[in-house]
């Protein structure tokens, strides 16, 4: 198993997450998003690093008692390590320390393997959002667990 540090994302973090986000998703965040949110308050974006090159992040928000993943990618060669469920625990005990009560999240239920991570990870189905994806649209299922 890789030693991954899990460190507040910065302005150099930037390119390589908008990579891996283009890389991940149908409709990814560009660089503009992203820095945009290194100064929001109730955002909190850790990224994994290992052997000081980037191998994935976590985006959360934390507004009053309630923490939100809006974001969770891996680079390929680094998936099935462990770090999906690594970057899970560090947004937890992020949500933690901000006073949130819960986590949730939405996932399409066509992605199988995120969805098993975050059962095992005690996340439960709460909700469905209709239509909630586009290319290709597709209903989200809405995960939630208590702090």
């Not at 974001?71 to 901000?98: C, H, Q, W």
């Amino acid at each position: 198993m890789n030693d991954f540090d899990i460190v507040p994302m910065t302005q150099e973090h930037i390119p390589a997450l908008a990579e891996l986000e283009a890389l991940c998703f149908s409709t990814p965040w560009n660089e503009q998003m992203l820095s945009e949110e290194l100064d929001n308050h109730t955002a909190h974006f850790l990224v994994a690093v290992c052997n000081r090159k980037i191998a994935g992040y976590i985006g959360v928000f934390v507004v009053c008692e309630s923490c939100y993943i809006s974001n969770i990618a891996v680079f390929p060669e680094y998936r099935r390590m462990g770090l999906g469920g690594l970057l899970i625990d560090s947004a937890r005990e992020t949500a933690a320390k901000n006073g949130a009560q819960s986590l949730s999240l939405e996932v399409r239920p066509s992605n199988e393997a995120a969805v098993r991570l975050y059962m095992k990870k005690g996340f439960e189905e709460v909700g469905l959002r209709k239509n909630f994806y586009r290319k290709p649209a597709e209903d989200a299922l809405i995960l939630t667990m208590g702090i």
